[in-house]
């Protein structure tokens, strides 16, 4: 089963240029989610989406935007890329947005800005 | 939006029971209780769910405060590879996952 998929695993970006980290679930699941995590930190939260056409702000939205045209995907788009977004980037699923199902989490993307 | 708080950081001996600790006093009624933990340069992963009784599986037990208002992970005997940055979920208004610091598990040998 591959469950969360997350590419690319590595990026160096320079500031200014964009990105779209791709995220891909193969559960059927409708709600996905996607974090970042800096060193010594927990995870926040960018941006999530409760299904198809539909997403909504996290904690620390700004810079980033996402679309869910379909169910697997879920693209988190860097617009203009600044040094700040240098982070370890997570996404996760969960079959809908109950509070009683688990959270699958990807492997991660860790992006550099320079 | 709930409210967690867990110690930063904890010690335990290997082969001997963690208990992990978190309150969650603004909780609502109908909002799961859910537990994660993070291994080093990795991402998170699941551990343990539950809503108003204690809940067991593989990998550890969750009690439940009767008010609901704190739970307990109880790890029955850490292994070195237990050691990893374990988070008591906080649920947003439409149910999203907000992780805070976490608890920092050090397993002694």
């Known amino acids: 089963n591959a469950g969360v998929t997350q590419t690319p695993k590595f990026q160096v970006l320079k500031t200014g240029q964009s990105m779209t980290l791709q995220c891909a679930q193969d559960m059927n699941h409708e709600y996905m989610s996607w974090y970042r995590q800096d060193p010594g930190m927990g995870l926040r939260l960018i941006h999530y989406?409760?299904?198809?056409?539909?997403?909504d702000q996290g904690e620390v939205p700004n810079g980033y935007n996402v679309s869910r045209s379909t169910t697997e995907d879920f693209p988190l788009r860097l617009l203009s890329a600044a040094p700040s977004q240098t982070s370890v980037y997570f996404c996760?699923?969960?079959?809908?947005?109950?509070?009683?199902?688990?959270?699958?989490f990807g492997d991660g993307t860790r992006l550099s800005i320079l | 939006d709930a409210k967690t708080t867990q110690p930063n950081s904890m010690e335990s001996n290997e082969e001997e029971p963690v208990h992990l600790p978190c309150n969650h006093s603004?909780?609502?009624?109908?909002?799961?209780i859910h537990w994660y933990r993070q291994l080093p340069s990795q991402g998170p992963e699941y551990v343990i769910h539950?809503?108003?009784s204690n809940v067991n599986n593989r990998m550890a037990s969750l009690a439940i405060a009767e008010d609901r208002k704190s739970s307990t992970l109880i790890l029955h005997r850490a292994t070195l590879r237990d050691a990893a940055v374990y988070y008591c979920?906080?649920?947003?208004?439409?149910?999203?996952?907000?992780f805070g610091t976490g608890t920092s598990l050090t397993v002694i040998p």
């Open positions: 996760a699923s969960r079959r809908d947005r109950l509070s009683n199902q688990p959270q699958h």
């Open positions: 539950g809503l108003t």
């Open positions: 979920i906080r649920l947003g208004t439409g149910n999203q996952f907000y």
């Open positions: 989406s409760v299904g198809a056409g539909i997403t």
């Open positions: 603004t909780i609502s009624g109908t909002d799961y």
